[in-house]
């Protein structure tokens, strides 16, 4: 078998019609040590001939002959890239304050509408019913009208929630009102992932994209808690509202409507070659039958469902069972600022253990932190329990996108990431609720034996997701 030279830029150069043609690609040119060049998904070992391993390849095909970038062109590129991914660290940052609300917000709804734990928990289901509407409508409206244009529907959808609550109508309104926010931040949701993980460096992207969902989480408390006991709480919302309209108008300049592969290559990524036809048509029903996908989506059900319990019910618990004050509120901004600091701050220690390992170790921490605000009468001690719990769970969700990539085929990611997400924003409703149904009858300490039944259900569904093996099947 003779073996031609291969660099970096002869990988642009050929086409690859099948990404099982890589496994037999032979490395016999390679760059000097201390270049900084890279020759992307090649092992290099001891600079002598290996073979690719197909783990480490992409399951999309690059385009043929894509052309070399000038230092203008690679500039304007770059440009396009942290204004593009800059949108949607905003757009996530809004989702991230629209769910940190909710913690500071409860009591007051429950007080201002004369409610009970289990009607006010409501507004948990109509968030979910809202987000799996927008998860299952995200890949018809990606079809019809495109990137730029789904983005911005999401971000309007979003809005009009906002317009709705600022005027504090009856509680059956506010409450649909959810189901607009919903609906509007699944969109966006699945549109940035997709996004994200087509980007250079998407590990280290994907962990700061949520990371801003954190801050988003953590900075709504903060202000929530202020209006939480003002005449004119609904006031709030007209903060959501301006977020909002900053969200629109970025989205709108940053990617100008335009279809995914047209946003990719002028951020100057490689776009990847779609499936066939047949690959394309179905993509749902190609979706149901991948296993991995359902298992991803159970797991990230469990996870949503226990960060929105602890975020929205944990201000609550700890008024009734700690005597915790009017300040309670920043308990939660506390829980969100380890979220945010968890999914940037330990990057390097999920490297250095390994995404898959790494998790059982986070689970194992978060149990233990549980058990320990279960039992331990402590209103300081809980707090900063609580605070490593959001630092511990923070890197999680990252790492279910990340795998996501990795065993999905690229035609799939936007349908695989809906339905997750679709899935996943289930158990922000079922958890919330059941806790809300739970503690009308036995009180606000069944939170945590709920909570930490969660985690142990988390712990054995990672058991079963699969190592990471690219799919082009």
């Known amino acids: 078998m003779s073996v031609s030279p291969l660099t970096e830029n002869s990988l642009h150069d050929r086409k690859v019609k099948d990404p099982e043609d890589l496994r037999c690609v032979a490395v016999a040119e390679l760059p000097a040590k201390g270049t900084g060049v890279e020759t992307p ?70 007080s201002y509408y004369n409610l009970n734990l289990a009607v006010v928990s409501l507004i948990f289901v109509m968030n979910v019913v809202g987000f799996v509407s927008g998860a299952l409508a995200n890949v018809p409206l990606s079809v019809r009208v495109g990137f730029g244009k789904t983005l911005v529907i999401g971000a309007i959808i979003q809005l009009i929630a906002y317009v709705i609550q ?70 709030f919302y007209l903060v959501s509202m301006g977020g909002a309209l900053i969200n629109i108008i970025y989205l709108s300049l940053a990617f100008r409507f335009q279809k995914l592969d047209a946003c990719l290559l002028k951020a100057g990524q490689v776009v990847r070659e779609q499936g066939s036809t047949s690959q394309n048509n179905n993509l749902y029903s190609q979706i149901m039958k991948l296993k991995v996908v ?43 600022a380890g979220l945010a600091l968890g999914r940037v701050g330990l990057l390097w ?84 609720f059941i806790t809300g149904v739970m503690s009308n009858k036995l009180g606000l300490i069944s939170l945590q034996p709920l909570v930490v039944s969660a985690l142990a259900v988390m712990f054995g569904l990672w058991m079963s997701i699969p190592a990471a093996v690219h799919r082009s099947d």
Not at 313 to 330: D, L
Request: overall charge neutral.
């Open 349 to 432: 220690f999920n490297k250095l253990v390994g995404e898959r390992r790494v998790i059982w170790l986070y689970i194992l921490l978060c149990i233990g932190l549980e058990i320990i605000i279960w039992i331990v009468p402590s209103l300081v001690g809980d707090a900063v329990a609580v605070s490593f719990i959001g630092l511990f769970l923070g890197p999680v969700y990252p790492i279910v996108m990340n795998r996501t990539a990795l065993l999905v085929p690229p035609w799939l990611m936007s349908s695989a990431v809906g339905w997750i997400a679709a899935l996943g924003m289930s158990g922000s409703a079922v958890l919330p």
């Open 294 to 336: 359902h298992l991803l989506a159970f797991f990230a059900l469990a996870y949503i469902g226990v960060e929105v319990t602890i975020g929205g019910w944990i201000v609550k618990y700890i008024m009734a069972e700690r005597n915790g004050g009017s300040t309670s509120g920043y308990i939660s901004s506390g829980f969100f």
């Open 41 to 110: 998904g090649i092992e290099l070992e001891n600079f002598e001939l290996s073979s690719v391993p197909i783990s480490r390849v992409t399951t999309a095909p690059l385009v043929p002959d894509a052309p070399a970038l000038t230092d203008l062109e690679l500039k304007k590129a770059r440009r396009a890239e942290i204004i593009g991914f800059g949108a949607l660290l905003w757009a996530m940052f809004m989702e991230g304050w629209n769910d940190g609300t909710n913690g500071p917000m409860l009591p007051k709804i429950e």
């Open 166 to 235: 600022s005027t504090a109508p009856p509680y059956p309104l506010f409450a649909i009102a959810y189901i607009f926010s919903g609906f509007g931040m699944a969109v966006q949701n699945s549109q940035a992932m997709v996004f994200t993980v087509s980007l250079r460096n998407s590990s280290t992207k994907m962990g700061i994209i949520h990371a801003c969902y954190g801050l988003g989480a953590l900075s709504a408390p903060l202000v929530a808690t202020q209006f939480a006991y003002m005449p004119r709480w609904s006031f």
